[in-house]
């Protein structure tokens, strides 16, 4: 494994990191996702299984996505395309996450914080991965 190549799997572990930790809403208690709406100056919670049902299979996906992120960091020659899928898609999730944050009222300090951070871990691991594959023998 090359250094480029080891740096890659060490951000893309780092990267996971936040969004695995997504684990915890899912199996949080109720009160504690209100307790957060009214940390981030949010209205409370409508109390409806649809609300709940949402927040719970988005931390789940979340969690999952993170996941994948530390798969792919075992072995970056091998899932290369399943890294390129994961950077690319966070470049055309980003902004539309943005804008769908600003639409509905997120607060600021939330919209300015989500979307540009996906742009920005997406950016970083294709020129990473870019630099990984410079060099390389093919992977066989």
Same mark, same amino acid.
């Given at each position: 494994?090359?250094?480029?190549?080891?740096? @890659?799997?060490?951000? %893309?572990?780092?990267? =996971?990191? =936040?969004?695995? %930790?997504?684990?915890?809403?899912?199996?949080?208690?109720?009160?504690?996702?209100?307790?957060?709406?009214?940390?981030?100056? %949010?209205?409370?919670?409508?109390?409806?299984?649809?609300?709940?049902? %949402?927040?719970?299979?988005?931390?789940?996906?979340?969690?999952?996505?993170? $996941?994948?992120?530390?798969?792919?960091?075992?072995?970056?020659?091998?899932?290369?395309?399943?890294?390129?899928? @994961?950077?690319?898609?966070? @470049?055309?999730?980003?902004?539309?996450?943005?804008?769908?944050?600003?639409?509905? $009222?997120?607060?600021?300090?939330?919209?300015?914080?989500? =979307?540009?951070?996906?742009?920005?871990?997406?950016?970083?691991? @294709?020129?990473?991965?870019?630099?990984?594959?410079? $060099?390389?023998?093919?992977?066989?």
């Amino acid at each position: 494994m090359t250094r480029d190549e080891r740096i @890659l799997k060490i951000w %893309l572990r780092i990267a =996971g990191i =936040g969004p695995a %930790l997504a684990i915890v809403a899912v199996v949080m208690p109720t009160s504690w996702m209100d307790y957060s709406a009214g940390l981030m100056k %949010l209205d409370p919670l409508p109390h409806a299984p649809i609300v709940e049902y %949402l927040a719970r299979s988005l931390s789940a996906f979340y969690a999952m996505m993170g $996941g994948l992120l530390w798969l792919a960091s075992v072995d970056v020659r091998r899932y290369a395309g399943l890294v390129t899928y @994961l950077a690319v898609g966070g @470049l055309v999730f980003a902004p539309a996450i943005f804008i769908l944050d600003l639409s509905v $009222g997120m607060p600021r300090e939330w919209s300015y914080h989500e =979307g540009p951070i996906v742009l920005a871990l997406s950016a970083v691991t @294709l020129v990473l991965q870019a630099r990984a594959r410079r $060099g390389q023998e093919p992977y066989v």
